[in-house]
Structures are given as C-alpha cells and as structure tokens.
C-alpha cells in the first residue's frame, strides 16, 4: 500500500465516523452562526453596505466608458439612478499598466500594491412605496495595502504559456513564412513569361496561398487547444503577506423625507500570510449606523490544506453596542472539508457558538456537501 492510498483510505475512514459522531447535533440552525468569510473584505463594499446583489454591474475600462455609463445612468446627470451599481479600478484606466509585464507584478512594492488593486464602487437603490420614493447610494473605496508575491507555481505555469506561444512563433517563421517567400518568388517569375496568362497565374497565387493560410491557422488551433489546458495559469495565487482593506458610506432617504441622509459606514480589514499548503487569515469588520449602532467584528483562519482534504480553524468574536442592545458573541469552530470530485466538497463543522440566539446551547456540528466554482479553495489575487 502506497503512502497516498494509506492517506486517502485513512481521510474515508476519518470522514465517515465523524459523520456519525456529528449527526445528533444536526437540529441546530446553522445559520443562526456567525460566518468568518463574511466579515472579511468585500470585492464591492458599496454593494455590501446597502445589502444588495445588483443583477449587473457597469465596469467601464476607459474614462470614456465611465463619463457615458453615468450619463446614461443619470439621463444626462439630470436625474437620480435608479438601481444602478458601477465598479472600476482607475490604475488600468491609465496608459501605466501597457508597459507593465508578469515579471513586473511578481512583486509589488507598498505604492504599486495601493495603486494596481485599488478600485471605486458605488451603489443606488431606488424603491416607491405608497407614493414615498425611498431611495439609497452608497460609495466604498478597497486596495490591497500588501499584495504579497507570485506563487513559484503560478510562475512556472506562466512560463509554459510563454514557452508555447514562442513555439507558435517559431513553427511560423520556421515553416510558413518560407513558403509565402517562395511562393510569392515563384508569383514574380511566373508573370514575368510573357506566354502566360496572368488572371490565370494570379488566380494560380491566391489558391496557393489560401492553401498554406489554412495550414497556419490549423497550426495555430493545435498550439490554442494547448494553450486552453494551462488557462487557469493566468488566474494567478500570490503568497506571502497580504492586507486587503476597505471603506463605505451609505446614505438613505426616509419616510419624512426622500433627501438622502448620512445611513453610517463600515471599514473592513483582511491580513493574511498565504502559503501553498497554509494560510493563515485574519478579519475585523467596523460598521456604525444612523442610530448609533456600531459593532465589532474579529477574527481569525488557519487553514492547512493537502490534496483533496483541508482542514481549518477559526475563532469569531462580535462586540455590539447601541440601541440594539445585541449581545457579545464568541465562536470557535473547526471545518472538515474532503474533495468528492472537482467541484464538490464534503463538509463537516463542529464548535461552540457562545450566546448564540438561535439555539439553546452553544455547542453545534453541521455535515453537509457544498459546490465549488473557483478552482481554489482559498485564495488571493
């Protein structure tokens, strides 16, 4: 029995008894608990502060873009948006990232981080209930303070996509220019016989040349579905220290009146140290309301990973203090995930939630199966 077969029979074994064990504690809601991932920083924080999932978000590329996305939004910045989200990073909106390469970006240093990451969100809502327009905009700001380095995988894998394309280049200069020179020479000597026709020795050269073009794109299909294999190589993992942050602001109109007031902000806060088989990852999350409502949200993920298992910890602390008169909470909980195929995973959690609501205890196990889009478990871009 091989060291990987003793570990896969071994993770069965393991998965299927903690099934069992866990199985009493399923009449717990879970989602009565407080989740980690979503306290850490959002991709859009003016999506996040209004709580809202827009059905379409306008990312204009260019400035040009951007001017015409808000006016049509706003009929000609004479009229409040309605429903409407847009994100944009203004870095890639400039002429500076045309000269940037791969290897430019494997390390960023402290103002490249800020500038390359940095992206603008703002959000609308616009609702009409009984004649009363309740309306919502809110704005966030979110960088990445340290972005950590390029994966020696992902570099690697970038290489062999370089290492292809320089191919293609080559199987090019190497097999088809030559024949276009040697056609395009016989073209000249055939029209320079004063008994040919020279429709016909043109057509002659057309056909040739469509011939030797389809050659080429086939050639170039081949090195493409190559190509495809490695595509994720472009999705690349940094390592290494990272900090994400973000800010947003939010202001809502009421049932006194449909002006916009001041409805609170919230600041989020992610470091983390990333490895290929480890990392280790922090959250806080700030938020203050209109009504002085405000809580604190901490804590922390170590998740170990090693071929189709993970297995994580994390610890979740909530302090709330305002007129919703909330109470503290604490959680402790450890997460058993065992990969069931490329996109699905098994999952099991047991801990302790304290003062949890939902419950009338604080301990809970969960066992479920969860659907996975991204490649990764856990990562940062």
Excluded: C
């Amino acid at each position: 029995m091989t060291y990987t077969t003793f570990l896969y029979r071994a993770g069965i074994t393991v998965l299927l008894v903690t099934i069992v064990a866990v199985i009493p504690g399923l009449g717990q809601d879970p989602k009565d608990l407080p989740a980690l991932n979503s306290i850490r920083t959002p991709n859009s924080p003016a999506f996040s502060i209004l709580g809202i999932q827009p059905t379409s978000v306008e990312r204009p590329n260019t400035p040009a873009d951007l001017t015409i996305s808000i006016d049509n939004a706003t009929e000609g910045f004479s009229e409040f948006p309605q429903n409407y989200a847009l994100e944009f990073s203004p870095y890639w909106m400039t002429r500076a990232p045309r000269s940037v390469t791969w290897q430019d970006d494997v390390k960023r240093t402290l103002p490249k981080s800020i500038a390359r990451t940095f992206s603008i969100s703002f959000a609308t809502t616009f609702k009409e209930v009984e004649g009363q327009e309740n309306r919502g905009l809110s704005y966030g700001l979110r960088t990445f303070l340290l972005s950590g380095r390029t994966s020696q995988k992902s570099i690697n894998d970038i290489k062999v996509i370089e290492h292809s394309l320089k191919g293609l280049s080559e199987r090019f200069e190497a097999e088809f220019k030559p024949k276009l020179d040697e056609l395009e020479k016989e073209l000249r000597r055939r029209l320079a016989i004063d008994s040919l026709d020279k429709e016909q020795v043109r057509e002659w050269f057309n056909l040739e040349k469509s011939r030797i073009n389809e050659e080429r794109v086939a050639a170039l299909n081949e090195v493409t579905e190559e190509l495809k294999t490695n595509a994720e190589a472009f999705s690349t993992q940094r390592v290494g220290v990272i900090v994400e942050a973000a800010f947003a602001g939010a202001y809502r109109s009421d049932s006194t009146s449909s002006d916009l007031k001041d409805s609170g902000y919230a600041f989020w806060l992610t470091p983390a140290y990333v490895q290929k088989d480890y990392s280790l990852v922090g959250v806080l999350r700030y938020l203050k309301d209109s009504l002085s409502n405000e809580s604190m949200e901490y804590g922390a993920r170590l998740v170990l990973t090693k071929n189709r298992y993970a297995l994580s910890v994390e610890y979740l602390k909530g302090n709330y203090r305002g007129e919703a008169s909330l109470q503290d909470r604490e959680r402790i909980a450890v997460l058993v995930e065992f990969v069931v195929s490329k996109s699905l995973w098994a999952t099991i959690s047991f801990g302790d939630d304290n003062n949890n609501p939902g419950g009338e205890n604080s301990l809970f196990s969960t066992f479920g199966l969860k659907f996975n889009i991204a490649k990764d478990r856990f990562k940062f871009e």
